[in-house]
């Protein structure tokens, strides 16, 4: 159950879908969200340095959760993406918008992407691999 705070992760695409969906204020709720709200809740809540046994290293390496979590940010990274320059070319947005919506998807990229990369880098199979590098070429 305590693995569930990974799902934290998707927070970031979450806030992107706002910063895209709304406009006004709104559209910068992904650089709010990730430069105010998340440093809050560090101060806020305690810092658990935790050490995994070797046991449990190896228990969580072949929990299949995080190869999920791991592969799910793709398609949303993606899809976020081209729903972000939709916006950006469809919509009559004021310019302060289209900021909110540029930083909100440099975000993304840079949170969710660019792990997503790092991680599937390390990864064996050329599958893996070139999902690696698909993903550092957004």
């Not at 695409?13 to 440093?39: K, Q």
């Not at 959760?65 to 469809?90: H, M």
Request: glycine share 4%.
């Amino acid at each position: 159950m305590s693995d569930l705070k990974y799902l934290f992760a998707y927070s970031i695409p979450l806030m992107t879908l706002v910063s895209i969906s709304y406009n006004g204020i709104l559209t910068f709720a992904t650089p709010l969200y990730a430069f105010i709200f998340i440093p809050l809740l560090e101060i806020i809540l305690k810092d658990y340095d935790r050490e995994y046994s070797e046991s449990q290293k190896e228990k969580r390496l072949n929990n299949i959760l995080f190869d999920i979590l791991l592969y799910l940010n793709i398609p949303f990274v993606f899809g976020l993406l081209a729903y972000g320059f939709w916006v950006l070319e469809t919509k009559s947005l004021l310019p302060f918008e289209m900021v909110g919506i540029v930083l909100s998807l440099g975000i993304l990229l840079a949170t969710n992407a660019i792990n997503v990369a790092h991680e599937l880098g390390h990864r064996k199979t050329q599958r893996e691999r070139t999902l690696s590098k698909l993903c550092i070429f957004i």
